[in-house]
């Protein structure tokens, strides 16, 4: 009893700052989404034990820089992609110059993080953005979430019902195919139901939270994935009852990007 106390009101704290967050937006948003993906950056680095290495040191660092492109907007809308280039060579320089102090994996493993982590989260900051008919708004923004988390609850739910057929039996046993479609179903009819309230365009908030929902799975199970193959039972502590950045945001991660560029494509005008 305990311990659902403590996950519902870390779970609620949560919430009230990711909205209140969202409807600031602007520096407020920048700040907060910059905050969680150094953390979630630092929480990933740490499962490979780089996070005080050299190349998890410059990765730190780069991922600062390339946070400095996107606040900075369309002025630097070549800099992001540069910066990628240039830790890459950053890290290939430290390999061949210090080999063999480092393996191949611990030169790879921040760069794969970088992208993974600081760059995917950044597009919360960067759909929050995007003007919907010409308004400020965090509407779409929030669609992030009510796909992610509502496809995994959805998904739970009906996997308790109806799960007969294991989706990744290795990685994560509990999750059916049965699940993983009333997830996608459950994320559409939310969808359609926030379209209706909020006066958008529904058709379009279903195509949104249906292609959210499907790609928030893959990275709930990426990162899974990740733990298992390091033996970590959470990436960390921060959230009491949740666990680590990366095991609350894990499916935003690849949800974000998906909403990010469907927005671009069906609602902005």
Same mark, same amino acid.
């Given at each position: ?22 409807? %600031? ?19 990933? $680095? ?7 290495? $050299? ?40 390999? %061949? ?30 759909? *929050? ?5 010409? *308004?400020?708004? &965090? ?33 994560? &046993? ?40 499907? %790609?928030?799975?893959?990275?709930? $199970? ?25 095991? *609350? ?18 609602? *902005?005008?």
């Amino acid at each position: 009893m305990k311990s659902f106390l403590t996950r519902l009101i870390s779970g609620i704290v949560l919430l009230a700052i990711i909205i209140s967050t969202g409807i %600031v937006g602007g520096p407020v948003l920048f700040g907060f989404t910059f905050l969680i993906s150094l953390i979630g950056y630092w929480e990933f $680095l740490k499962v490979f034990g780089l996070e005080k290495k $050299l190349p998890g040191v410059f990765g730190l660092v780069f991922a600062v820089l390339y946070y400095g492109t996107v606040y900075l907007g369309d002025a630097f809308n070549m800099a992001g992609p540069l910066l990628l280039v240039g830790f890459l060579m950053v890290l290939m320089g430290i390999y %061949v110059f210090t080999f063999p102090k480092f393996r191949t994996d611990e030169i790879t493993a921040p760069f794969f993080g970088l992208v993974y982590v600081a760059v995917m989260l950044s597009f919360l900051y960067q759909t *929050r953005m995007i003007s919907i008919e010409g *308004r400020d708004t &965090p509407i779409v923004y929030f669609l992030i979430f009510i796909c992610s988390w509502g496809c995994d609850t959805c998904a739970y739910a009906v996997g308790i019902l109806f799960g007969k057929h294991k989706m990744a039996p290795v990685l994560s &046993p509990k999750k059916s195919v049965e699940g993983g479609i009333g997830g996608i179903v459950g994320a559409a009819l939310l969808g359609a139901i926030y379209g209706m309230i909020f006066d958008l365009d529904i058709q379009g908030c279903v195509i949104l939270c249906a292609a959210g929902g499907a %790609v928030s799975q893959i990275g709930d $199970l990426a990162a899974s994935a990740i733990k298992r193959n390091h033996n970590i039972k959470d990436y960390g502590h921060l959230i009491p009852g949740h666990g680590g950045i990366l095991d *609350r945001f894990d499916s935003v991660i690849f949800t974000a990007p998906i909403i990010y560029v469907l927005t671009l494509l069906m609602f *902005r005008r």
